[in-house]
């Protein structure tokens, strides 16, 4: 009887970590940078510009930009044109090599213009434009670690997310919201403001992802080791209990 309770408990919990991921929106691209920048969810493959390369990531390989020419170029489509009746979402890791200052992460936009989207650095905070709205986060991002960064456009709103907390959030207004631009990671729609650092596990949405959502993108896989460890042994634990 104290066995089977155990087990049913082991189950739901690891049912809710594996769930964790399923249950939430899923993105409509997914550049891994896991040695080449291919779109493992969607069709939208990008092309290596400069000489980014590849390092030891956050997840498996991660793009690597010298902050000289470095960015990763993907075609206009149709999927990319996101609007307001969908809302939009960018999610990424980053770790800045030298302090940012003035860096597009994620860029479908003309620069200075108001007909799409960006996420970047500015001043050396977060900042998100969607058409002719920019709102800017609070927290200076660090150089030499790990940062995840996130930005969601729901219609309505535009909200800022710095490792799984709200930044900001500001009224969105959309006039024109689709272009013909090539999608930057890395640098602009004129190959300027480049990044300098590594980028990884960049994904793009057509909706606005919620707090929770933004949350489950945040934990780095060694903290899910740590917590698939510590269940295994908390198994060990009771199982070992139960057959004394
Ligand atoms: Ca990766
Ligand atoms: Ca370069
Ligand atoms: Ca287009």
């Given at each position: 009887?104290?066995?089977?309770?155990?087990?049913?408990?082991?189950?739901?919990?690891?049912?809710?970590?594996?769930?964790?991921?399923?249950?939430?929106?899923?993105?409509?691209?997914?550049?891994?940078?896991?040695?080449?920048?291919?779109?493992?969810?969607?069709?939208?493959?990008?092309?290596?510009?400069?000489?980014?390369?590849?390092?030891?990531?956050?997840?498996?390989?991660?793009?690597?930009?010298?902050?000289?020419?470095?960015?990763?170029?993907?075609?206009?489509?149709n999927t990319?044109d996101l609007t307001s009746a969908t809302g939009v979402s960018?999610?990424?890791?980053?770790?800045?090599?030298?302090?940012?200052?003035?860096?597009?992460?994620?860029?479908?936009?003309?620069?200075?213009?108001?007909?799409?989207y960006?996420?970047?650095?500015?001043?050396?905070?977060?900042?998100?434009?969607v058409g002719?709205?920019?709102?800017?986060?609070?927290?200076?991002?660090?150089?030499?670690?790990?940062?995840?960064?996130?930005?969601?456009f729901d219609g309505t709103?535009?909200?800022?997310?710095?490792?799984?907390?709200?930044?900001?959030?500001?009224?969105a207004s959309i006039a024109n919201f689709a272009?013909?631009?090539?999608?930057?990671?890395?640098?602009?729609?004129?190959?300027?403001?480049?990044?300098?650092?590594?980028?990884?596990?960049?994904?793009?949405f057509d909706s606005a992802?919620?707090?929770?959502?933004?949350?489950?993108?945040?934990?780095?896989?060694?903290?899910?080791?740590?917590?698939?460890?510590?269940?295994?042994?908390?198994?060990?634990?009771?199982?070992?209990?139960?057959?004394?």
């Amino acid at each position: 009887m104290k066995i089977s309770k155990t087990r049913t408990t082991i189950t739901i919990l690891m049912l809710s970590l594996i769930g964790a991921h399923s249950a939430y929106s899923a993105a409509i691209s997914l550049w891994s940078g896991n040695g080449n920048a291919l779109d493992s969810v969607g069709g939208n493959n990008g092309t290596l510009v400069g000489d980014t390369t590849f390092v030891t990531g956050i997840v498996g390989q991660a793009f690597s930009l010298d902050g000289d020419g470095d960015y990763i170029e993907v075609a206009d489509d149709n999927t990319l044109d996101l609007t307001s009746a969908t809302g939009v979402s960018i999610a990424m890791w980053i770790n800045p090599a030298s302090s940012p200052t003035s860096n597009r992460l994620l860029d479908k936009i003309t620069a200075g213009g108001t007909n799409g989207y960006l996420l970047d650095i500015v001043g050396g905070k977060l900042r998100m434009i969607v058409g002719s709205t920019l709102i800017t986060g609070t927290t200076t991002i660090p150089s030499g670690v790990n940062s995840h960064v996130a930005g969601t456009f729901d219609g309505t709103n535009i909200t800022l997310y710095l490792n799984g907390v709200q930044e900001a959030t500001a009224a969105a207004s959309i006039a024109n919201f689709a272009n013909s631009n090539t999608l930057r990671i890395g640098a602009d729609s004129s190959g300027a403001n480049p990044f300098h650092g590594i980028i990884d596990e960049v994904q793009l949405f057509d909706s606005a992802l919620s707090l929770s959502e933004v949350g489950t993108l945040v934990p780095e896989p060694s903290t899910y080791a740590f917590a698939f460890g510590s269940i295994v042994l908390l198994f060990s634990i009771y199982y070992k209990r139960a057959h004394r």
